[in-house]
């Protein structure tokens, strides 16, 4: 039951991924406001953490390909 959750969820914030808008999803899925801005706000933070910063060797790695 988590996973079938979590899977909702995820397809939920894949369509904000993808640009359509909050209110149209909110209203489609009847997922209050409150709790889609709060999995919003956990998504773009975990997004965040998951990002790899660039150093100036691989930056020069990824230059010279």
Sequence with gaps: EKKLFKRGKN???SRY???EAPTKIIADTNVPRSTFYNWLSN?????????KSVNMHNYR???DR
Excluded: A
């Design 11 to 13: 397809k939920i914030l």
């Design 17 to 19: 991924d993808s640009g």
């Design 43 to 51: 998504y773009k933070k975990e997004q965040e953490s998951t990002k």
């Design 61 to 63: 790695i990824l230059e």
